[in-house]
């Protein structure tokens, strides 16, 4: 299940959230942010989780499961997040799972068949095989995104294996749930740098996408 591409016209800059509805999720980017010892404790991450809750930053308690993905103690809020060097990316909602990934574009070139058929599916390395390199790095690494965000929003992380949840790869390279995969699935690209991925549990009525004013 893929519910298409959400790009950078569609981060609106705020400065504070909205209200949250139950059928909503809400993404944020925060383009300056730099990389710190504990992304879960960053101060962008939780000042927002805290004006979600309305409270009070040192009444933000994360936790983490088993495998590590940090969650809220006592409340309904969902949240997961990623990071490059330069920007985060975060997602919220009430009562639906969810994960995220965010990679850096053309910082360098991956030997993207050699990692395929190492740790894809056998169908996925056969699709990537047909592109042209160019095409082929940007295909591997939204494939990438879709596999470590599903992943992550069922708590196991990469470690648990990049092939357990399979996609599919289209004509330019764009991805898919698979029959049998769980996540519903948004391919996310906030600017020209960046990529992503957004895989949630249950259906959405929508995503809403803001950039952080700095």
């Not at 980017?29 to 991450?45: G, T, V």
């Not at 764009?174 to 769980?182: I, T």
Request: hydrophobic letters at 45%.
């Amino acid at each position: 299940m893929n519910a298409g591409t959400i790009t950078a016209a569609d981060f609106v800059p705020a400065s504070a959230p909205p209200p949250l509805d139950d059928s909503e999720i809400h993404l944020w980017l925060f383009p300056q942010w730099q990389r710190i010892a504990d992304a879960a404790h960053a101060s962008p991450a939780r000042d927002l989780l805290a004006a979600y809750l309305d409270r009070s930053v040192e009444a933000i308690h994360i936790e983490r499961g088993e495998h590590g993905k940090p969650h809220l103690a006592d409340t309904s809020l969902e949240f997961n997040l990623s990071h490059t060097t330069d920007a985060l990316l975060l997602a919220v909602s009430r009562n639906n799972v969810l994960g995220v990934d965010l990679e850096s574009v053309g910082r360098r070139t991956r030997p993207a068949l050699e990692l395929a058929r190492r740790f894809f599916t056998n169908d996925e390395a056969t699709a990537l095989a047909t592109f042209p390199e160019d095409l082929r790095q940007l295909a591997f690494l939204r494939l990438w995104c879709a596999k470590e965000a599903a992943l992550k929003a069922e708590g196991g992380g990469i470690s648990s294996g990049l092939d357990r949840f399979a996609f599919t790869l289209d004509a330019y390279g764009q991805v898919s749930s698979c029959a049998g995969n769980p996540w519903h699935l948004h391919a996310v690209a906030p600017s020209p740098a960046h990529i992503g991925a957004l895989a949630h549990r249950e259906p959405v009525g929508r995503v809403r996408a803001f950039v952080a004013k700095t």
